[in-house]
């Protein structure tokens, strides 16, 4: 059975773009010898040599940085940087030898930075391409906001054997309780091997919930770099430290009272631990640089393949914080205990394949369905997704062999089969009692029997007869 819930599962991937760069610089000779260097280095860049040249440029160019001398033929530079600051164009100011007082009103102004002249081509190019990477991260992480709030695409939670039932039924718990009242949501902990589908029961629950509608904010808290970590989880105030040139919410706040889901939470350093625990225990938080709190509503949904315990009692993850997030926790079983559930998934993934390519239909063949059943999967329905993907978009034939799925053991264990000569007998049997586990599973319900099997419902009456199985 599928159940399918609005939320976000887009991965868009970003292509790097040539960042553009004005230099605002009236000693022509300098700045020639500056584009030069900075288009070397691939980076698109314009020249004015006037504060007006400068404006006209602005709109045409739209540069993502700017370098700007101080002293320039109709004025000081400074006139032109809450321009620019307002445009989020970053600003690096070149300012005289000695000149203190404009580098430091250029900084209060919120320039990144400053540089004295006489400037070594060198150190500009560096600090520009430092400034970039900040760039570059911040864009993302607007993205990953932005992408996780939008609720335009569906989540399929997709598997009917016991513990996926158990997961589904503690989820309709939670949504049920989300409905009843307007307190504080328990923090849910969700543990489990990689791949298992921890983040997709994160945006499931999110989805089943009476807050749908809401921010739903994924933190990696594993590929936030660290320098960068607390001002993203808990935002700054403009000034709070050299970078922070304008105030921002941080992804807590962002989740406003929809979920901020934790994910990797085992990957968070200590010190961020007990600032989290504090947000937690007071529902409270506070940006950087700022001395007033705000309340936290959001739904905090922490996931994490570690073993939090086992790493609490190592003394590296606070006991009290690992307490606080096992409120409900949900395991995910590795896909090698789900059962049936491996032929559910494999067609659904076969099938949303043959869709996004626009590709004919295909069945797998017995021994492939074999295959799927016995492999151990160590990475998972991520590891299953690929290799089925990849055997669909591979295979030039309806039926996906067990070749076709490339799956390691299986391709030596069919190969040994063969060698025995006793191919025809052995997958007779294992037909017959495929067939039979199936009827089984679905209470002798053919439809549901070939379904659970990625046959057609002929195919299944047609290997019933073969095997003189009636129900
Ligand atoms: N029950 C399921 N139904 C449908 N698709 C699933 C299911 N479980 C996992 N998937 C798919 O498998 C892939 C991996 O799932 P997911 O990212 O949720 O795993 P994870 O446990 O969060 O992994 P990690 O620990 O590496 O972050 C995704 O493409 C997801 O869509």
Redesign the pocket.
């Known amino acids: 059975m599928l ?1 399918q819930l609005s939320s976000t ?1 887009d991965k868009s991937v970003f292509l790097p773009i040539k960042k553009k760069v004005l230099l605002v610089e009236d000693e022509v000779l300098f700045a020639k010898a500056v584009v030069k260097r900075l288009q070397k280095a691939g980076f698109e860049c314009e020249h004015a040599e006037s504060l007006q040249d400068a404006r006209l440029l602005v709109k045409q160019f739209e540069p993502d940085m700017a370098l700007l001398d101080m002293r320039l033929p109709d004025g000081n530079g400074l006139d032109l940087l809450a321009d620019f600051v307002a445009k989020n164009i970053n600003t690096i100011v070149m300012t005289a030898f000695g000149d203190v007082t404009d580098a430091v009103n250029a900084i209060k102004m919120g320039a990144i930075d400053y540089l004295k002249k006489p400037i070594d081509l060198e150190e500009l190019l560096l600090i520009i391409q430092k400034n970039e990477k900040t760039t570059d991260l911040q864009a993302s992480l607007d993205y990953s906001r932005q992408r996780d709030s939008v609720v335009n695409d569906s ?5 009917e054997s016991a513990a ?1 039932q158990s997961v589904r039924q503690q989820i309709t718990r939670i949504a049920q309780l989300s409905a009843l009242s307007d307190a504080v949501q328990p923090t849910v902990l ?1 543990t ?12 499931y629950l999110h989805a089943s919930c009476a807050n749908h509608d809401k921010p739903f904010v994924h933190v ?1 808290c594993a590929s936030l770099p660290a320098e960068l970590i607390e001002s993203e989880l808990f935002g700054h105030e403009k000034g709070a430290f050299t970078n922070a040139v304008a105030s921002r919410p941080g992804l807590i706040e962002s989740a406003e009272d929809g979920t901020l889901f934790l ?2 939470i085992g990957e968070l350093p200590l010190g961020l631990q007990a600032k989290l625990l504090n947000v937690l225990e007071r529902r409270m938080v506070r940006r950087l640089g700022s001395t007033k709190e705000r309340p936290v509503q959001a739904r905090i949904i922490a ?3 570690r073993d939090l315990y086992q790493m609490s009692s190592e003394g590296r993850f606070r006991s009290d914080l690992y307490y606080r997030l096992n409120v409900i926790t949900m395991q ?1 079983p590795p896909l090698r205990d789900r059962g049936q ?1 491996v032929l559910l ?1 494999a067609n ?2 076969r099938q949303l394949t043959e869709k996004r390519y626009a590709l004919p239909h295909h069945e797998f063949s017995t021994l492939a369905l074999m295959a799927i059943q016995k492999y151990h999967w160590p990475g ?3 590891e ?2 690929h290799q089925i993907s990849r055997a669909v978009l591979m295979c030039t034939q309806p039926m996906i062999s067990e070749h076709d799925l490339g799956l390691p053991q299986m391709a030596a264990a069919s190969a040994s089969v063969s060698m025995q000569g006793e191919t025809q007998v052995t997958l007779d049997d294992a037909e017959k009692a495929m067939l039979l586990n199936a009827l089984e599973q679905s209470r002798h319900n053919v439809s549901k029997a070939a379904r659970l099997l990625g046959i057609t419902r002929m195919t299944m009456r047609y290997r019933m007869d073969k095997h003189g199985i009636s129900v």
């Open positions: 159940s599962t989540v399929q939670l997709i598997g996926m969700i489990g091997e990689t791949g298992t589908g921890k983040d997709v029961v994160a945006r990696d994910d990797e996931a994490t393949n995910m559930d998934l659904y993934f998972n329905v991520r299953m997704r």
